[in-house]
């Protein structure tokens, strides 16, 4: 096989647009986001002491849970090379942010704590 034909095939298996595989991977992509957002914006009630903070890393923590549990089952299911429109680095990119957003949502949930404490 020369270099020609390699090429060739491989213009060929590029996928583009969004296939069902990477619509799936990004919808546990925005709940890590949106939990991530909910855990910042929580960690800055907490700071200046607004109660509706704590409802807010409640709900950034069960968002992110649920993101990372949807990008886990994406993950397991998923047969697909990255780069094939399977969703697989989607997947992998949703269980990052999931995983930053239970962080920083965790971090704003126990400054609320520390602030009853006091």
């Known amino acids: 096989m020369n270099i020609q034909d390699w090429l060739t095939m ?7 647009g969004i296939t069902p595989g ?11 986001l949106i939990s991530m957002i909910l855990g910042v914006m929580a960690l800055v ?7 509706s903070g704590r409802l807010m890393a409640i709900a950034g923590i069960a ?5 990372i549990v949807f990008s886990g089952l994406h993950l397991a299911r998923v047969t ?11 997947a ?3 269980l990052a942010f999931s995983l ?17 404490d006091h």
Do not use: D, H
């Open 63 to 67: 968002l992110a849970l649920t993101g």
């Open 80 to 90: 697909g090379a990255i780069g094939t429109g399977s969703g697989r680095l989607g």
């Open 45 to 51: 009630r907490a700071k200046r002491r607004i109660p």
């Open 10 to 16: 491989n213009i060929l298996l590029q996928v583009r």
């Open 22 to 32: 990477r619509a799936e991977a990004l919808v546990p992509a925005v709940m890590g």
């Open 100 to 116: 930053t957003g239970v962080i920083i949502a965790w971090l704003a949930l126990a400054r609320f704590r520390r602030a009853a």
């Open 92 to 94: 992998m990119v949703a």
